[in-house]
């Protein structure tokens, strides 16, 4: 596999895996890793910025939907998005630092949105997050093999 194909493909899949499709960049990182023809830095860069950014359009996604939600056709019932909405006032700006996690990450980044948290600190926030989700990979799947 040629490196612009690998970073490609991790790329996309990273960016696919912050948003609301099925998609796990885990496994392409880890494969990627295995194969040892790319620096292990760049990969882990390439996934991080893939995945940031892909958090980035889930907040974007806030910001914009959120204007909607008193409509009927909302897609969050108003007692839960209330809810959110409380438990992200509660631990703030830095549950964005879960936006790694799987099943809470993602919404996190869609409530951000929505309750406007500064675009600066939400990136700085969700990068250091997801990198550092990345390191730990790269290092358990590097000292396993």
Same mark, same amino acid.
């Given at each position: 596999?040629?490196?612009?194909?690998?970073?490609?493909?991790?790329?996309?899949?990273?960016?696919?895996?912050?948003?609301?499709?099925?998609?796990?960049?885990?496994?392409?990182?880890?494969?990627?890793?295995?194969?040892?023809?790319?620096?292990?830095?760049?990969?882990v860069?390439?996934?991080?910025?893939?995945?940031?950014?892909?958090?980035?359009?889930?907040?974007?996604?806030? =910001? %914009?939907?959120?204007?909607?939600?008193?409509?009927? /056709?909302? @897609?969050?019932?108003? &007692?839960k +998005?209330?809810?959110?909405? !409380?438990?992200?006032? =509660? %631990?703030?700006?830095?549950?964005?630092?879960?936006? /790694?996690? @799987?099943?809470?990450? &993602?919404? +996190?980044?869609?409530?951000? !949105?929505?309750?406007?948290?500064?675009?600066?600190?939400?990136?700085?926030?969700?990068?250091i997050?997801?990198?550092?989700?990345?390191?730990?990979?790269?290092?358990?799947?590097?000292?396993?093999?």
């Amino acid at each position: 596999m040629t490196d612009l194909y690998a970073y490609a493909a991790l790329f996309a899949v990273a960016l696919g895996a912050a948003s609301i499709l099925p998609l796990q960049s885990e496994p392409v990182l880890v494969g990627l890793l295995l194969l040892g023809e790319q620096p292990v830095w760049a990969l882990v860069a390439v996934a991080s910025v893939g995945n940031t950014l892909g958090s980035c359009l889930n907040w974007l996604l806030g =910001r %914009w939907i959120e204007h909607y939600r008193d409509r009927r /056709w909302f @897609p969050v019932p108003p &007692d839960k +998005l209330r809810k959110a909405e !409380g438990w992200y006032h =509660r %631990w703030g700006k830095w549950s964005l630092l879960l936006s /790694w996690a @799987p099943i809470v990450g &993602d919404p +996190l980044t869609v409530i951000a !949105g929505v309750l406007r948290e500064p675009f600066g600190t939400f990136v700085l926030l969700v990068a250091i997050a997801k990198t550092g989700r990345y390191v730990v990979l790269a290092l358990a799947t590097l000292g396993l093999s």
